[in-house]
C-alpha cells in the first residue's frame, strides 16, 4: 500500500504508548496466541517501563514497532539457562522484543526500516550483540538479515521462539546492506546536518518545483496570508512580514525598527550570533550597553536584571534566543517576565530556535526569523514577528523598512511564489515533539560514544556542538565526513578557530541518519587518532 507521511521516532507520548500496548495486543495475543485475551484488548509489556520503543507511524497512527532493552536480567534469561555460556566471550549484548507490524503494511519497507533505525541506535550506544526471540514463523527472515540460532526453541505450541542473536559484525553488514536497499528505493544523498540550508523533505522540494506564478496573483496573495497567519499561529505572534532575504536581512529589518524607539538598548552576547546583533546595532549607529561574555559562558537573569536596576535609560533589549554558534538556549520566559517589569522592549533573534523548540512570542516586541533553519524550508526569506502594527517609514530605507511589508500583506515588492509554496508545506511538517526527542537521544548517544557536546539538555536539540580533542582537526574531520556523505558543520572561521564541528538536526532528519552519522565519525576519528 502507498503511505503518507511515514515517520520513526522514539515513543514518548500517552497515544503513542497506547498504540502500543494495542499493537502488542493484536500481534501477541489475536495473532500469535502467547498472551490470554482481556475486554480492553490492550497488552502492556512486563519491561515496558524499560523498553524503548522505536515505532513507525502513518500520520498519527502507530502502524509497527520494536522494542529494545539494555537492562539484565533479560526475557531469554529467563527462558535459558546460564544465557551468557551461548554468547561470544566479553559480548555487550541488549536485547530486541516485541518486532510488530500491522499487516497492511508488510508488503512495504516499514520492517526493513524499523530494523535500520533499531541497528543505527545500537551502533550508536557501542552494543555489540542484539539478541532476540524469533517467532517461528519469520525465521528465515531473521536469518537474511543476519540473526544466528542457538539454544532450543522456547514457549508453548503456537506460539514458539528460537534464540537468535546478531553480532556487531553483521550489524554493520545489515546498516550497510538496508542503506543500499532504501537508495534502490529512492535516489541516495548526502546527509545534511547543517544548520542551514537544512535537509528538505521531498514534500517541500514538490511544492518548491511548482511553476512560478506572479506576486501579484490572487492565489500567491492568498498564499501569503495563509502562510503568515501559521507562522503566528506556530510562534502566539500578533504580525509577521515576509521578505526576499536571509536571516541576517531580518536582523538588519528588526534593528532599523529598534532605531525609532527611545533610550538606548542592552545587547546580550556570548557567542558568534550575539556578537553580530552587536555588529547590527553598530552599523545602525544604535545606542547601546552590552552584556558580553566569553563564548559560552552563560549569562544569568540575575545579571541582566542588575543592569536593568542600574540604568533606567535601557528602553530595549535584544538578544538571541538560540546561539547557533554553541547551542545555548536563553530562557525566554524569565527575559519577558524581567522587561516586561522594567517597561523594555524584548527583541529576539530566534532565527534557530523557531520550529526546533516550543517559542512564545507574546510579549517579545519583535523578532526574526528565516525559512531555511528550524522551519524546514529553503533559504531566501526573511520574517520579522511584531506584536504592535508598524507604519511606513521614509527615514529608512525601502527595502528595510517593515511598514512597507505591513502596509502591503508583505508584498510590497517582488517575491519568490516557490520558496514562499515551500515554506508553506514545510509549515505543515513542523513537529517539535519529534525534533526534540531525536536532538536529546542524539545527544545521549553522543555522550555514550565518549565525545564531548557543549550543554546539557538545556541546550537546543536542534544544536549539538562537539569541541575535538586538539591534536585532531576539525578540518579534516569535516572534509572526512563530507566525502563519506555526512555534512555537518565546520567551514565557519568561529568553528575552525575553535576546533569544533556542529550536528544540526535541523531538518528532515531521523535518528537513524543520526546513528549512521555518528558510526561514521566514530570511524573517522578512529582512523585520525591512529595516525597521530
Known amino acids: ?79 535459558l539457562d546460564d544465557l551468557d555460556r551461548y554468547l561470544p566471550e566479553g559480548a555487550k549484548p541488549c536485547e530486541v522484543r516485541l518486532l510488530s507490524v500491522k499487516k497492511s503494511y508488510r508488503r512495504t519497507l516499514v520492517f526493513y526500516q524499523l530494523v535500520n533505525e533499531l541497528v543505527s541506535y545500537c551502533l550508536a550506544a557501542d552494543f555489540d550483540l542484539a539478541l532476540i526471540s524469533g517467532t517461528d514463523r519469520q525465521i528465515k527472515l531473521y536469518k537474511r538479515i543476519g540473526f544466528e540460532p542457538f539454544g532450543d526453541m522456547v514457549g508453548t505450541e503456537g506460539a514458539m521462539f528460537q534464540p537468535m542473536y546478531l553480532t556487531k559484525a553483521k550489524f554493520e553488514t545489515t546498516s550497510i546492506a538496508f542503506s543500499k536497499m532504501m537508495q534502490r528505493k529512492s535516489p541516495a544523498k548526502p546527509l545534511n546536518f547543517l544548520p542551514g540550508p537544512v535537509a528538505i523533505h521531498r514534500e517541500v522540494e514538490a511544492a518548491f518545483g511548482q511553476p512560478a506564478i506572479s506576486h501579484r496573483s490572487e492565489a500567491f496573495i492568498e498564499e501569503m496570508k495563509t502562510v503568515r497567519h501559521k507562522l ?86 535584544w538578544t538571541v534566543h538560540c546561539e547557533t554558534s554553541t547551542g545555548a538556549l536563553y530562557d525566554l520566559d524569565s527575559l519577558k517576565a524581567l522587561t516586561k517589569s522594567h517597561g523594555v522592549k524584548l527583541c529576539v533573534d ?95 548517544m553522543l555522550g555514550n560514544a565518549g565525545f564531548t557536546v557543549l550543554g546539557d539538555n538545556s541546550y537546543s536539540p536542534g544544536i549539538l556542538t562537539i569541541p575535538l580533542p586538539a591534536l585532531i582537526s576539525s578540518d579534516e574531520i569535516g572534509t572526512q565526513l563530507k566525502e563519506e556523505g555526512i555534512i555537518v558543520s565546520y567551514e565557519s572561521d568561529y568553528l575552525l578557530e575553535r576546533n569544533w564541528i556542529q550536528f544540526a538536526l535541523m531538518g528532515e532528519l531521523t535518528l537513524a541518519d543520526f546513528g549512521n552519522a555518528l558510526a561514521v565519525l566514530r570511524k573517522t576519528i578512529r582512523r585520525k587518532a591512529e595516525l597521530v
Request: aromatic share 6%; charged share 20%; hydrophobic share 40%.
Open 1 to 79: 500500500m502507498e503511505q503518507r507521511k511515514l515517520t520513526y521516532r522514539i515513543a514518548s507520548e500517552p497515544d503513542e504508548m497506547n498504540q502500543i500496548h494495542q499493537l502488542n495486543y493484536e500481534t501477541f495475543v489475536e495473532e500469535i496466541p502467547q498472551h490470554q485475551q482481556n475486554q480492553d484488548r490492550r497488552l502492556v509489556d512486563k519491561f515496558d517501563q524499560e523498553n524503548i520503543y522505536i515505532i513507525a507511524k502513518d500520520g498519527e497512527e502507530v502502524v509497527g514497532m520494536i522494542a529494545l532493552r539494555i537492562t539484565r536480567p533479560f526475557s531469554l534469561d529467563q527462558k
Open 232 to 317: 503566528c499561529t506556530l510562534v502566539n505572534a500578533e504580525h509577521a512580514g515576509i521578505a526576499v532575504g536571509t536571516g541576517t536581512m531580518a536582523n538588519d529589518l528588526v534593528a532599523a525598527q529598534i532605531r525609532k524607539l527611545p533610550g538606548k538598548g542592552l545587547i546580550l552576547a556570548n557567542g558568534e550570533f550575539g556578537y553580530r546583533l552587536i555588529d547590527h546595532a553598530t552599523r545602525f549607529d544604535l545606542p547601546f550597553e552590552t552584556l558580553a561574555k566569553s563564548w559560552n559562558d552563560p549569562i544569568s537573569i540575575q545579571e541582566v536584571e542588575h543592569l536593568l536596576k542600574l540604568d533606567r535609560d535601557i528602553t530595549w533589549l
Open 350 to 444: 530566534a532565527c534557530s530556535s523557531v520550529g526546533i523548540v516550543p517559542v512564545d512570542l507574546k510579549g517579545v516586541h519583535l523578532a526574526s526569523n528565516v525559512s531555511g533553519k528550524g522551519l524546514g524550508a529553503y533559504p531566501g526569506l526573511a520574517v520579522v514577528f511584531h506584536q504592535e502594527p508598524v507604519w511606513p517609514d521614509t527615514s529608512i530605507p525601502r527595502y528595510l523598512d517593515l511598514g512597507q511589508y505591513a502596509v502591503a500583506d508583505s508584498i510590497p515588492y517582488t517575491h519568490s511564489s516557490n520558496l514562499v509554496a515551500a515554506l508553506h508545506t514545510a509549515l505543515n511538517r513542523i513537529d517539535l515533539d519529534t525534533r526534540q526527542q531525536t536532538g536529546h537521544a542524539a545527544r545521549e
